[in-house]
């Protein structure tokens, strides 16, 4: 079974920042384009920041300067670094693998509030 478990949301104040993880299993993890999303309540879920197999990556204009996507095939996990969190950042962050198929983990919530 694939599964994928994000881990390492919290409750953060604005400037502040998080480190989340995705640990994948039941797939050959250096294979696959990994990714962050983010959905807040009412909203539509958003691509945040991608890492292909080769390590090239791309992000969201919104947080672009401030997050940072890496992998680490060796342990099977994608990492999003947050930093200077804003109010807006506040959405549960789920993580994607994908080659021609995709699977989601469960997500994990960040919630930034003063």
């Known amino acids: 079974q694939v599964q994928l478990v994000e881990s390492g949301g919290g409750l953060v104040q604005p400037g502040g920042s998080l480190r989340l993880s995705c640990t994948a299993s039941?797939?050959?993890?250096?294979?696959?384009?990994m990714s962050w999303h983010r959905q807040a309540p009412g909203k539509e879920r958003e691509l945040v920041a991608i890492?292909?197999?080769?390590?090239?990556?791309n992000y969201a204009d919104s947080v672009k300067g401030r997050f940072t996507i890496s992998r680490d095939n060796a342990k099977n996990t994608v990492y999003l670094q947050m930093n200077s969190l804003k109010n807006e950042d506040t959405a549960v962050y789920y993580c994607?693998?994908?080659?021609?198929?995709?699977?989601w983990g469960q997500g994990t919530q960040v919630t930034v509030s003063s």
């Open positions: 039941g797939l050959i993890f250096s294979k696959y384009v």
């Open positions: 890492i292909s197999a080769g390590g090239s990556t």
């Open positions: 994607k693998a994908q080659i021609m198929s995709y699977y």
